[in-house]
């Protein structure tokens, strides 16, 4: 832990704080951090407290309350007495977001990340799938099982040449 | 803020406005309500997974509808209030989300007729003066986008699939295109928020809509149901009677132990 814990006088700055929270796991898959899933939007100190703005992921996501606890209980051991949360909509989150160190972390956990190229309007409003490749063997030879995974932002799919089942992390 | 307007003179902006948010709120809340009955039901892993997504991601919605649907009120209630302490006649949902899951193809049929038209109307409520709905319009129309490629997705799939399925698909259509034409209209209320320029212009929803379903039903092999709209009227209180029960499910918690927490 960091060792400049404020007395109640002296206020740590921004930077630190920013440290601070990449420590700060995501709460449904913990090798990345909330700075990592790029949802902490700004820091500001309002006299003695510590006005942390996020933007939302998922609207249902059950993580973004505790996404906002663990910050709370995390920077409250850091020595900060006194925070609060504002949340911002716009604008929206997007996964282009996502560092790219988290990217790395995403994939080496076995989560294809977003794909940066997005996708197409093919008919209407429906559309094509970028190619997604397998986090294990790398092929783009892969299929969407379902459009929704294990938690909101996830799709599930599968690769068709190692037939491994995996998790992509769907970009928006 | 209390323009009056010329059809009728009771409405104000704010009482227009707080209308058109419940409507919002209530749709996503008892699509989301309905949707959630199936966690545990589904007929695949996946899309018992599915449906308990998007449920998921309609009550996260209802929930910034319905906060700035009190905030707009100024009476001081909450998004929880709105969605436990009301009665039937004060919800404004269409009659489409409140209709039975029936089976599994008519929960796909009412969720693809309603995504169509969710879609839509929230890429033109993104174009909203007022910040406010433009914001949130904005942040769950990602949302939607996924609701409808999937719904989209399995209505082509199973419409054109087996002589079963395809049979099903078809008596849903049947049986809710009806209460699909309810959303598509525009209350005075609505025209009054387009003119005095608080939302986006939201009257081409209709032929994006008609657009969308004309598409996707011929890809599904299906025909189009010539019935006439039932008679709706889910925006002036007006409901079918599942709405009670579905309700007493809902409110149950709440009214036996009212403002428990967890
Ligand atoms: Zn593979």
């Known amino acids: ?172 | 803020m209390n323009a009056l307007h010329a059809a009728n003179p009771a409405l104000t902006i704010d009482g227009a406005l707080f209308e058109l948010l419940t409507h919002l709120g209530d749709n996503s809340l008892i699509l989301g309500q309905r949707l959630s009955a199936w966690c545990g039901h589904g007929p695949a892993l996946e899309e018992d997974i599915a449906l308990a997504n998007v449920a998921l991601d309609l009550i996260g919605q209802t929930q910034l509808w319905l906060e700035l649907a009190g905030d707009v009120e100024g009476q001081g209630r909450s998004a929880d209030a709105l969605a436990y302490h009301r009665d039937a006649f004060d919800f404004r949902n269409a009659h489409l989300v409140e209709q039975p899951n029936g089976d599994f193809g008519q929960t796909l049929m009412r969720q693809f007729l309603f995504d169509a038209w969710h879609l839509p109307l929230l890429l033109a409520l993104t174009k909203s003066p007022d910040n406010r709905i433009a914001d949130i319009a904005e942040k769950i129309s990602k949302e939607v986008r996924y609701h409808l490629e999937r719904s989209s997705d399995l209505v082509i799939r199973l419409g054109d699939g087996s002589e079963e399925s395809h049979r099903r698909m078809q008596r849903a259509l049947d049986a809710l295109m009806p209460h699909a034409y309810e959303l598509l209209q525009i209350t005075d209320g609505d025209a009054l928020l387009i003119s005095e320029g608080v939302i986006g212009d939201i009257t081409s929803v209709t032929a994006q809509w008609e657009e969308q379903v004309n598409s996707v039903l011929a890809l599904a092999t299906l025909s189009r149901p010539n019935s006439p709209a039932a008679p709706g009227g889910g925006r002036r209180g007006r409901h079918t009677e599942h709405l009670g029960y579905l309700l007493a499910d809902l409110q149950f918690l709440q009214r036996a132990y009212p403002d428990a927490t967890w």
């Open chain 1, 1 to 172: 832990m960091a060792s400049n814990t404020s007395s109640s006088s002296t206020k740590p700055s921004l930077d630190t704080v920013w440290q601070w929270l990449a420590d700060v796991p995501d709460p449904e898959i913990p090798v990345i951090s909330v700075i990592d899933l790029g949802i902490v939007r700004e820091l500001e100190w309002d006299d003695a407290t510590l006005v942390v703005t996020v933007t939302p992921t998922y609207t249902g996501c059950p993580a973004t309350r505790v996404i906002n606890d663990d910050i709370r209980t995390h920077l409250t051991a850091c020595g900060i007495d006194s925070i609060r949360f504002e949340r911002r909509l716009s604008p929206a989150w997007t996964t282009d977001w996502l560092t790219e160190e988290g990217r790395d972390k995403l994939k080496e956990y076995g989560i294809a990340p977003p794909s940066k190229t997005p996708s197409t309007l093919a008919n209407g409003f429906i559309t094509v799938a970028a190619a997604v490749s397998c986090p294990r063997c790398q092929s783009f030879n892969t299929e969407m099982v379902s459009q929704f995974g294990s938690t909101p932002c996830k799709s599930s799919y599968r690769c068709l040449d190692c037939l491994e089942p995996f998790d992509y992390f769907k970009c928006i």
